[in-house]
């Protein structure tokens, strides 16, 4: 999931400007699904938001670098990017996107196609659970074309940021394609064990408002919180929930657990999804990890017979 509004223009400015070679980057996730929902059961090889990407810097004066990220998804099992939220996709896709220009002293000014809203929660599984073909959410912290996006300067672990996104008829994955603001916050101070975000995004007549945080109680637990209200301009407002938890034991693996309570789903007045994610990582070494996880949704609707279902999942995935 997002981390943060365009956190990979912040993570570019690592990049010496010395060196304006950029740096190649990348993640290989590949797994195998089992899901059984409403009776219907189906086993996946999928390819979870696997991706390849190049960035860096250079340096124009002292005190500015042009700054570049060219990040794409690529889908190792098949030679399509299918159809996620009902858009279809190339096997290579644009994810993050961006050329812009950083001052040390008046902060980052980048322009692309960018993710859209902040996200400081630990969010354990991109797979489980979302086999029943909805989300927990409608809105997800989604990329927006042709938008522009500016951090300030870090004081004291805070930092401020701002979006704005033209009008466009065509791939953004906004609701909407009037044009689209967003302002932003985020305090993460320097050794501490706490961090937490605010954002507000607008396009016509939707509108979300997110706030996260995360806390770290030592070197082993690290626990995670999101609330969501978002104006899809429907019948109610959808409201979402989430908490997770990591556990980090003496050995290679690191065991997790994710619930999400969704109500009045996609604006819907009495719509209700909850959905819970339990799984463990191996770490193998630095780059190499492996998945084994389970999960449960649930849908509620007045009016309307329940629908759940679960699903179970094993991978790798590579890092580089």
Do not use: C
Request: proline share 2%; aromatic share 12%; no cysteine.
């Amino acid at each position: 999931m997002k981390k943060l509004l365009l956190a990979t223009a912040v993570a570019a400015l690592s990049v010496s400007a010395a060196h304006a070679a950029p740096t190649v980057y990348g993640k290989a996730l590949v797994t195998v699904d089992y899901s059984d929902f409403d009776d219907e059961s189906t086993t996946k090889l999928n390819s979870t938001a696997s991706r390849i990407g190049f960035k860096g810097a250079e340096a124009l004066t002292a005190n500015t670098d042009l700054v570049y990220q060219l990040e794409y998804g690529v889908e190792i099992d098949s030679d399509n990017g299918g159809t996620v939220k009902g858009k279809s996709q190339n096997q290579f896709h644009s994810r993050d996107t961006y050329l812009g220009l950083s001052n040390k002293q008046y902060g980052t000014l980048v322009a692309g196609r960018l993710s859209a809203i902040d996200d400081n929660i630990n969010y354990v599984s991109q797979t489980v659970g979302q086999y029943d073909g909805f989300n927990a959410a409608y809105w997800d912290g989604d990329r927006v074309n042709n938008a522009m996006a500016y951090f300030s300067p870090v004081y004291n672990g805070l930092q401020f940021m701002g979006m704005y996104a033209f009008k466009e008829d065509n791939a953004s994955d906004l609701p909407t394609d009037a044009e689209a603001f967003g302002v932003g916050v985020k305090y993460e101070p320097a050794n501490q064990p706490f961090r937490a975000g605010a954002t507000y995004i607008k396009s016509g007549d939707f509108n979300t408002t997110r706030l996260s945080g995360a806390y770290d109680l030592n070197n082993q637990i690290g626990l995670g919180a999101l609330y969501q209200i978002s104006d899809l301009d429907k019948s109610d407002k959808e409201n979402l929930a989430a908490v997770s938890a990591t556990y980090k034991t003496a050995t290679p693996w690191t065991a997790y657990a994710q619930a999400e309570m969704t109500s009045n789903v996609g604006g819907v007045d009495g719509k209700d999804a909850q959905r819970l994610v339990l799984g463990g990582k191996y770490a193998f070494n630095a780059n190499a990890t492996g998945h084994v996880y389970a999960g449960y949704s649930n849908l509620e609707q007045e009016g309307q017979d329940d629908r759940d279902g679960f699903g179970i999942g094993t991978g790798i995935e590579y890092k580089f």
